[in-house]
């Protein structure tokens, strides 16, 4: 495969930038409203504001150079930059998000140095050229066949867990039914799982590699910033961390963590019902208090109340369980039917 540089502005003229929109002046509404993070994809609100939607079929590149692809209709704030791709077949917008962002988000960006649109109009970018032009058939081609494996996987992994199995059970239909009527009690956290435990600091220079995963604070990869093989303390699967931002996340493996992770001992929970759990913990932790300049930390965590379905004024456990099987399904479900979808357009074009 042949490759060219080529700059973006020449390819998809000049970037444009977001604008401003403070939290205290959006209007509740149904337009996706994208700001710089990782966490739900940069969408931070849906708003009814008069602003200036973007195409679908278009790329943004945050603040810190991160590069996601927009199927869909949005708005975005001034730490955005869209780079007009709308008239590219899908599969070729997506392919090109991933040239960009391999070239943008390098941590050069940070909050000193921000990413601007004036960035994205300089950035040269790699990509597959067929004599001397650029192969945009090899790049669909390329997209397409990496989503059919793709789904082929996911429909195998379905099979074999069980999961493709969304039919709810007369017990969770109830408990959907209910759920507005469930009796709700405030718990400590401390009283329900013992004092909570705070990582140790772990420099990057210091990390040796492994395979167990190393958990920071941030949203992305879920806050696993490196896989180590360091000689630290290892949290049991089935726990929560909570990190220095107050974001609650649910841990099924064992890890290791820095000392911007509280860890809460919720291992001798049933697994769904330590996922309940988790979201009430976040509910109550992540509410923006906790920033750069104020950490969430372990004894924050032990003087965290939260809420939970009791019965007999006590954590009901089994009720939560139900709840998170129910939600599990309604979600496979949708991922079912479109792994399905999938497949039968892969069929089709496959047999014209």
Request: proline residues 3%.
């Amino acid at each position: 495969m042949e490759w060219g540089v080529f700059n973006l502005e020449e390819l998809f003229g000049k970037s444009t930038r977001g604008k401003r929109l403070k939290s205290e002046d959006r209007i509740s509404g149904t337009l996706p409203f994208v700001t710089a993070g990782e966490k739900d994809e940069g969408i931070s609100a849906f708003i009814g504001n008069d602003v200036t939607v973007f195409s679908e079929n278009t790329i943004t590149i945050d603040m810190f150079g991160s590069a996601k692809y927009r199927n869909y209709k949005y708005g975005c704030d001034d730490h955005i930059a869209v780079v007009h791709t709308q008239k590219l077949p899908k599969p070729v917008a997506i392919f090109i998000t991933s040239a960009i962002h391999k070239k943008s988000y390098t941590g050069e960006f940070h909050y000193g140095r921000n990413f601007y649109a004036k960035d994205a109009d300089i950035l040269n970018i790699s990509l597959p050229t067929n004599n001397g032009k650029i192969d945009f058939e090899f790049m669909e081609s390329f997209i397409a066949e990496l989503e059919a494996e793709r789904i082929a996987e996911l429909e195998a992994y379905l099979l074999a867990t069980g999961l493709k199995d969304y039919t709810l059970t007369d017990e969770e239909k109830q408990v959907l039914d209910d759920f507005e009527n469930i009796k709700w009690g405030t718990f400590n956290l401390e009283k329900l799982f013992g004092k909570s435990t705070r990582g140790k600091r772990l420099k990057s220079a210091d990390r040796i590699s492994g395979n167990l995963p190393f958990v920071t604070a941030g949203e992305t990869d879920e806050g696993i910033s490196a896989f180590i093989g360091n000689d630290v303390n290892i949290f049991p699967k089935n726990t929560t961390t909570i990190d220095m931002f107050g974001s609650a996340k649910y841990r099924n493996y064992r890890y290791g963590g820095d000392d911007h992770i509280a860890v809460v001992y919720t291992e001798k929970l049933p697994k769904l019902a330590s996922i309940f759990v988790t979201t009430a913990i976040h509910k109550s932790s992540y509410n923006g208090q906790f920033n750069y300049g104020r950490n969430f930390y372990a004894k924050d965590a032990d003087e965290l109340n939260i809420s939970l379905p009791i019965q007999n004024n006590q954590p009901n456990y089994a009720i939560m369980e139900t709840f998170i099987s129910a939600i599990q399904k309604l979600v496979i479900k949708e991922v079912v039917l479109y792994a399905d979808r999938k497949i039968a357009a892969t069929k089709t074009v496959v047999n014209k």
